[in-house]
């Protein structure tokens, strides 16, 4: 298999290279037969080993296929992607930029229908990663929960008996680590704020865009972005983060949780594996939800680490397809090598069906009808929020630093009053 082409490489020929031949023209040539070659473009720079593997592992299912490109951007993978996405070049395959989110109505300008959502809710789980208008354009590589990671060992020593189900017990858990352990209790991180948006629907459920647009603001108390920004702002006032949240990278963290000098950090199932492997006594790392009822039980929030899509210039959609279908099935081992499972209805095992079945599943990135998205991302963008990593880094300097910013309930006012007003000028 060849090895990855760097960023700057593939990005200078891409911006050369033009759309020699239609897509129409290249169906008539391809004759829907899985044959010919692919490229695939992926944020992970990690796994030429295992890309080798399912490259081989297609071929032998497919024996017209003669090749698989693979390439890749390990760092800042969005800016990427997105910068290729202005030529017709960028892949067969694609994993979809999270970026794109906030402009749902942009997917089919670059990727292909994979069919409508009640038609594949039938045979595959969270199918709105990448949606818009009840079309899909992305399947989840694969599914992984969402929550905050854990050590056993801080926690014991601590003398947590039980998990939080609430912000206040979390701070009050906090609180205990810091005085009984030598433990940082929660890392957060600049860059790793963003993943708390896959939580706002376990603290608002699956209808919390529809819910926060009824109610004309998203920063009431008990609102899923203020539940998430006031956890923020209470472990950070209260020191029970890393004293340099810009610094400490992911990385260094996780080695940190292995060892017990740092409590709890916010993730996905995918990274319980490998911080397990970081120690000796690898049951200590665990993994719980959020600390929110819903219903009166905490949720599983299901989503997907990355979303992979067909480019819709591809010159072999049927290949592409196949690429797609075989990638996310457990067939391709990419699901077990991330420590999840397969959004494949149908190749879930006991286990995973079992866990699916008896939980209380919230979807990270749920469905909402065009007419929400589009109305609540464009309110979210004119209030600042649409990254929620925006607000969240500045509620951390504010918690961390009172001196040198505006309060954090004057904060707090200033994103509610632009929220009305972004939601007066979307009126009908």
């Known amino acids: 298999m060849k090895k990855f082409l760097s960023a700057a490489t593939i990005l200078g020929v891409s911006l050369v ?5 239609t897509k129409e023209e290249a169906k008539e040539n391809n004759k829907e037969t899985v044959s010919g070659e692919i490229t695939v473009v992926t944020n992970r720079v990690d796994a030429d080993e295992l890309y080798e593997k399912i490259e081989t592992a297609f071929k032998e299912k497919y024996p017209e296929v003669t090749d698989i490109k693979w390439e890749a951007s390990g760092t800042d993978y969005d800016q990427y992607i997105a910068t290729r996405m202005n030529t017709t070049d960028y892949g067969d395959v694609v994993f979809i930029p999270f970026s794109m989110a906030g402009t749902p109505d942009e997917y089919s300008k670059y990727f292909d229908s994979l069919g409508t959502v009640e038609a594949m809710e039938k045979d595959y789980i969270d199918v709105t990663e990448a949606d818009y208008d009840g079309t899909v354009y992305g399947l989840p590589t694969v ?16 003398g ?8 206040d017990e979390l701070i009050a858990a906090a609180k205990q680590i810091k005085e009984k352990t030598g433990a940082i209790p929660f890392y957060t991180n600049y860059q790793r704020l963003a993943v708390w948006a896959g939580a706002l629907s376990s603290y608002g459920g699956e209808d919390f865009k529809s819910a926060t647009l009824e109610k004309g603001t998203a920063f009431e108390e008990g609102q899923p972005i203020r539940e998430v920004m006031d956890l923020i702002y209470e472990l950070s006032a ?28 916010m993730s996905g199932s995918q990274d319980v594996a490998p911080i397990q492997a970081l120690t000796e006594t690898k049951d200590t790392i665990k993994i719980m939800p959020f600390p929110v009822l819903l219903d009166g039980k905490t949720s599983l929030a299901l989503g997907a680490p990355s979303v992979i899509g067909i480019n819709k210039n591809t010159k072999n959609e049927a290949t592409a397809k196949a690429f797609l279908e075989f990638f996310i099935s457990p067939e391709s081992g990419f699901a077990e090598d991330m420590g999840g499972m397969t959004p494949v209805k149908a190749e879930l095992n006991a286990e995973e069906k079992t866990l699916v079945e008896e939980n209380n599943v919230i979807l990270t990135a749920p469905a909402a009808s065009a007419e929400v998205d589009t109305t609540y991302s464009a309110i979210a963008n004119e209030a600042g929020v649409a990254r929620l990593t925006d607000a969240l880094q500045k509620v951390v300097n504010i918690g961390l630093y009172p001196d040198q910013n505006e309060s954090y309930e004057d904060y707090v006012n200033s994103l509610e009053a632009k929220w009305e007003t972004a939601a007066k000028n979307h009126e009908e």
Request: glycine share 8%; aromatic share 4%; charged share 20%.
């Open 160 to 167: 947590i008996k039980e998990l939080p189900t609430s912000t």
């Open 143 to 158: 599914l992984n929960s969402l929550g905050l990671i854990y050590n056993q060992e801080v926690f014991d020593e601590a």
């Open 238 to 265: 209260n020191g029970l983060i890393e004293p340099d949240p810009v610094t400490l990278e992911g990385q260094q963290a996780q080695q940190q949780l292995a060892d017990g000098k740092i409590a709890m950090l």
């Open 17 to 21: 290279l033009g759309a020699c031949n």
